[in-house]
């Protein structure tokens, strides 16, 4: 009696088989749903792939700022002056100078406290000395990865979704005027 349960109660099985019951739009819409999930598995192990890819290029870009960034002290050539921004709030510039291999730069730096002449201040800076911001960690690039991968996963579960439950409708239409001309039929 159990064995019959399980059998009856597994409803794919009951759609491939040779029962009367079940007509060939049932049949259909099994076939869309299992295209769908199909669809999504597939999906996944190519979102894989590509996080993958993204992992080895974000890393080799990080790796290469890494080796041609470094830090340097600069020094404030005079006190710091408040700048009103876009959004209202207040930021603080400082001029500054730095040397990189004997040669003296200069440029105006945003700066998150206040400076007075003659502070050092620790920015990053390329091979020609000009400033950067601070390199990236190689770890960003498996958090690059992973958002990338699941980005386009989820794009390709939301598309197949979509058409699954657009043609379960269409399905749906189809049944209920076959089961209203069987009715009119009566």
């Known amino acids: 009696m159990q064995s019959v349960e399980r059998v009856h109660g597994l409803w794919v099985l009951r ?42 290029a974000r890393s080799r870009v990080y790796i290469a700022q890494a080796q041609t960034r470094h830090a340097v002290t600069a020094r404030a050539t005079e006190d710091n002056t408040l ?16 040397q990189v291999d004997g040669t003296e730069h200069t440029g105006s730096l945003s700066w998150d406290h206040v400076v007075k002449t003659g502070d050092p201040l620790m920015i990053w800076v390329d091979r020609n000395g000009d400033r950067v911001v601070a390199p ?5 690039a498996a958090a690059d990865a992973i958002g990338v991968a699941y980005v386009a996963w989820q794009a390709v579960v939301l598309v197949v979704a979509g058409l699954v439950c657009l043609g379960r409708a269409n399905l749906d239409r189809r049944r209920d005027s076959a089961w209203e001309r069987d009715i009119r039929c009566l």
């Open 83 to 98: 700048v009103l921004r876009v959004d209202d709030s207040t930021a603080t510039r400082v001029n500054a100078r730095w």
């Open 15 to 56: 759609a491939c088989g040779r029962n009367p019951l079940v007509r060939g739009i049932d049949r259909l819409e099994l076939l869309i749903i299992a295209v769908g999930i199909l669809v999504v598995l597939v999906a996944a192990a190519l979102a894989g792939a590509l996080g993958t890819a993204v992992h080895d």
């Open 136 to 140: 990236a960690p190689v770890s960003q």
